[in-house]
């Protein structure tokens, strides 16, 4: 595997977190859940290209941002390539359920999801994604 030529991006999401309620996406096309993130773009910083992220794949508009939950690498073969990605995940709060519109490529990719935030590891398809929620759940357990 590692004979393929290597691509290197970054990326931000975040676990949202409201009563108890853990915001998720489930991709329309596969059998995945996800933690909404994406791509970092130029001139952003990583809690800036999460909120956007979130913002995007899930509608939610009044999203803030309440700890860095860190940075994890995964690698994996797609499409010829090897992918080395390093993800940077926020918890993040609602300060509101407001909803904006989501472009039509997002609402026909995700389908947003509450899930009992207790339940977000299992739920969750990837194991940095996993290990992010299971932080947010170390986090409320220490009481931070």
């Known amino acids: 595997m590692r ?4 691509h290197t991006y970054e990326s931000a999401g975040g676990l949202v977190v409201h009563d108890g309620q853990a915001l998720l996406v489930r ?8 933690m909404p993130k994406g ?5 952003e910083d990583r809690a800036q290209a ?13 999203l803030r941002v309440v700890a ?3 940075t994890l690498t995964a690698e994996f073969p797609l499409d010829g390539k090897w992918i080395v990605r390093h993800e940077s995940a926020f918890l993040m709060a609602l300060d509101d359920m407001t909803t904006v519109p ?6 026909a990719r995700f389908e947003p999801v509450w899930v009992p935030l207790a339940d977000a590891p ?3 398809t990837f194991e940095t994604e996993k ?14």
């Not at 999460?50 to 009044?62: N, S």
């Open 3 to 6: 004979d393929l030529p290597v």
């Open 39 to 43: 791509h970092i773009e130029a001139g």
């Open 68 to 70: 860095d939950l860190g």
């Open 27 to 34: 991709k329309r096309q596969v059998a995945e859940v996800r």
């Open 131 to 144: 290990e992010f929620a299971r932080r947010v759940l170390a986090q409320q357990a220490a009481g931070l």
């Open 122 to 124: 299992a739920l969750l």
């Open 102 to 107: 989501r472009d039509a490529k997002d609402t």
């Open 50 to 62: 999460a909120l956007r992220e979130v913002r995007e794949e899930t509608g939610y508009a009044h």
